[in-house]
């Protein structure tokens, strides 16, 4: 078990373009999540999938932002038109339903810059 | 939005006790989380409370009342490696209680 990966780690882009970040999961694990997290503040919840299905998505997320998990295994969380406002730390973890008392799994999450 | 009010900011000497309060806007029925979180790293699980009351594991305890939406995390024997922000995570309130809902955290500062 090599724990939730993240890639890349770091990622800066110019304003206006698109980016994409890959999370692979615990293998085992069948829920994926993503969240947002910004300097001084908690993690913020983005959307979630269990297996291949998108179950919830922020009501804050702009339709910039979009995530799949095709076969239920690896999510990629992309956005499109990036703006100033979108640079973060962007964090992936992973959770098994009914292991609910072991929490999340996190990656190590990829740090956004955007000039 | 769900609110969970921690405290920002606090200092400890290494060696002592700290204790960091958390109150949220409860179901009544949830559990709790608490996560640890250095500088420049991703959050790591420490407890969980399912039901109301101490749960200990080594020199970290925490408490839930999950009525009065309020839970604690106590550090014991301080050490300088437990500097770090401690994250207050209940699961949210709508949607099912599928996902969890983080604080802003608390800022642990430890001295010699």
């Known amino acids: 078990d090599t724990g939730v990966s993240q890639d890349p780690r770091h990622k800066i882009t110019k304003r206006g373009q698109n980016v994409t970040f890959r999370c692979d999961p615990i293998?085992?694990?069948?829920?994926l999540y993503w969240y947002r997290q910004t300097l001084g503040q908690g993690p913020e919840f983005l959307t979630y999938?269990?297996?291949?299905?998108?179950?919830?998505k922020s009501r804050l997320l702009s339709d910039r932002f979009s995530a799949e998990r095709p076969k239920g295994s690896f999510s990629t969380l992309e956005i499109q038109r990036t703006e100033q406002g979108d640079s973060a730390m962007y964090l992936c973890?992973?959770?098994?339903?009914?292991?609910?008392?072991?929490?999340?799994?996190f990656g190590s999450g990829t740090r956004l810059t955007v000039v | 939005g769900q609110n969970i009010d921690q405290p920002t900011e606090m200092t400890a000497t290494e060696g002592a006790i700290v204790q960091i309060n958390c109150t949220y806007q409860?179901?009544?029925?949830?559990?709790l989380f608490w996560y640890q979180q250095h500088a420049g790293e991703a959050p790591t699980f420490l407890s969980y409370?399912?039901?109301?009351g101490l749960e200990e594991k080594g020199r970290f305890s925490s408490f839930l009342s999950r009525s009065k939406g309020y839970s604690y995390l106590l550090l014991k024997e301080l050490q300088m490696k437990d500097s770090a922000s401690y994250l207050c995570?209940?699961?949210?309130?709508?949607?099912?209680?599928?996902?969890?809902?983080f604080g802003a955290g608390t800022r642990l500062a430890v001295h010699p």
């Open positions: 973890a992973s959770s098994l339903v009914d292991r609910v008392n072991y929490g999340y799994t």
């Open positions: 409860t179901s009544g029925f949830n559990g």
């Open positions: 999938f269990q297996n291949e299905a998108q179950l919830e």
């Open positions: 293998s085992e694990h069948n829920r």
């Open positions: 995570a209940p699961p949210s309130v709508s949607g099912g209680y599928n996902k969890l809902i």
């Open positions: 409370n399912v039901l109301d």
